[in-house]
């Protein structure tokens, strides 16, 4: 069974403040796929970032940076000088990367709300 | 290519009626999604097809739920004799085979039930 936790409901910064959205996750797979997801007032998700289970490398994109610690099972998303078009829910998911099925399960989302 | 589209994108019926929902995926995406997500929580998964192929479903879609892929483009996902339990959102998602991680999601259909 694999199961991901966020357990930050909800998350209120200033603008220019950092924040960082924790994720730790369950799973009895040996290999797997970690992804970041947005999910605007809008509803639609939009993809951030998948990170294979096989790479802790640390990712960085822009203001955007992913912490993926194997020995923690966790996989934080950190905004630096966060902006109010952050404002969005942001969804962490896990998938097994063999056994043939596709389908991520998704934690349930951390608020971030942005203020000017 | 203007990406996943969802018709409606909203829907209000009362209890014991049929719905159906539309999801028009990218078209050279031959994987197609269905998840619901009710408030406050992440998106379930609920059903997918690979081409016209419905390949997987979850427990949680019981027999009042079904979903169709008819020609392997667009999709769709009736509810019949709906329950207030069934009002969330109702998003469609779709994919290449070839980079199965990489879905793209439209923008949903939010059902409620009266």
């Known amino acids: 069974a694999q199961k991901v936790t966020q357990a930050q409901t909800e998350i209120s910064v200033v603008e220019k403040e950092d924040v960082t959205l924790d994720c730790v996750y369950e799973?009895?797979?040996?290999?797997?796929?970690l992804f970041w997801y947005k999910q605007p007032p809008s509803g639609e998700l939009v993809f951030l970032i998948r990170r294979n289970s096989f790479d802790e490398q640390n990712e960085i994109s822009g203001r955007y940076s992913w912490n993926f610690q194997k020995s923690t099972s966790s996989f934080n998303f950190t905004i630096t000088a966060s902006q109010v078009v952050d404002s969005a829910v942001y969804f962490c998911a896990l998938r097994p990367a063999s056994g043939g099925s596709y389908i991520p399960t998704f934690g349930r989302g951390t608020s971030l709300i942005v203020h000017p | 290519d203007t990406g996943v589209s969802q018709d409606p994108r909203h829907k209000i019926t009362k209890r014991g009626q049929n719905v159906t929902f539309r999801c028009d995926p990218i078209?050279?995406?031959?994987?197609l999604y269905w998840y619901r997500q009710t408030l406050g929580q992440g998106p379930e998964f609920l059903t997918y097809?690979?081409?016209?192929?419905?390949?997987?479903k979850s427990r949680l879609l019981s027999d009042r739920f079904s979903a169709e892929r008819p020609k392997g483009s667009f999709s769709t996902l009736e509810i019949q004799r709906t329950e207030q339990g069934d009002s969330a959102m109702y998003l469609c998602?779709?994919?290449?085979?070839?980079?199965?991680?990489?879905?793209?999601f439209g923008p949903g259909t939010r059902l409620t039930v009266t």
């Open positions: 078209s050279e995406h031959n994987r």
């Open positions: 097809f690979q081409n016209e192929a419905q390949l997987e």
């Open positions: 998602a779709s994919s290449w085979s070839g980079a199965p991680n990489e879905q793209y």
């Open positions: 799973t009895r797979d040996t290999t797997y796929y």
